[in-house]
C-alpha cells in the first residue's frame, strides 16, 4: 500500500486476475490515496466500482482519492463505501448505430456522458434489456464512433429502480456487472429525460451471474454513488 508496483507489471498483472478493474494504490498520507486503475486491457484515468472497493479495502474512514482523471472524496465504513462524483458533461449523439449494435427494438436517444476523462454512452429504452446478446465488434465501433468506451442500455423500472447494462469490449470487458463510474451519470441523465427520484436504485449484473446494486443520489451539484461491499477473494503474487 505504501510502495507503487512497477510501471510494467501493472498491466500484466491486471490481464492475469481478467477483472473488470484492477487497482494499485499508494497511501501517501493518514486520509489521501493516489491511485492507478487497469481493466484487462488498459490504464482508465477513473473508475467508479474501483474506487468504492479501494477506499473499503484501505479502512473505515474518509479517504481523498487521486487518480489520473481526478481526485474525489469517499467515505468507507465497515459495510461499504460512498462517493462524491462531479456533474457530467452530457451530449446527445447519433442513436442509430448504437441501437443497431446492441439489438434493441428501439430507443429514446443515445447520449455520452463524461466525467474524470472517461465517457460512457447511455441508451434510454422502453423496452426489455434482459435478453440482449450483441456482438462485442460492434458494440465497440458504435461505442467508438460516439466517443465513448462503452455502451449501457438503459430501462426505468420505476421511480426509483433502473435496469443497466453495460458493454465495454474495447476496454477488455465483454459486460460489466457494476459499473460505478456510469452510475452517477446515468442518475443524471435519467432525471432530466424521466425525473426519477433524489435517489435510485441501479440494477446491474444479474445476466453474469453477478448481480449488483448501486445506489444513486441523482442531485447535480450534490452526485452521490455508494453501496454495499463484500471481499470475495484474498491472494499474493510472487513477481
Known sequence: MTDPVPEAVMQALAREVN????????????????????????????AGHPTLGTAWVLGPQRWQQTSPGGTIAVEADFTGAVMNQPDPEIVEVDAAPCVAALGLRGAEGAYRATIMGLSHVFVPTEAPIEHLAPDPSAVAAAARAAGGSSLAPVRRLDDTTLHVRLFAPGLGVIEDPG???????????????????????IRQGDEVGRPCRIEVHTIEGDVRVGGRVAAVAAGTFTL
Open 19 to 46: 477483472l473488470s478493474e484492477t487497482t494499485f494504490p499508494v497511501v501517501v498520507s493518514d486520509d489521501e490515496y493516489e491511485v492507478r486503475i487497469f481493466t484487462p486491457g488498459e490504464e482508465m484515468p477513473y
Open 179 to 201: 459499473t460505478g463510474s456510469a452510475a452517477g451519470p446515468c442518475g443524471v441523465l435519467t432525471r432530466r429525460l424521466w425525473s426519477v427520484a433524489d435517489d435510485i436504485v
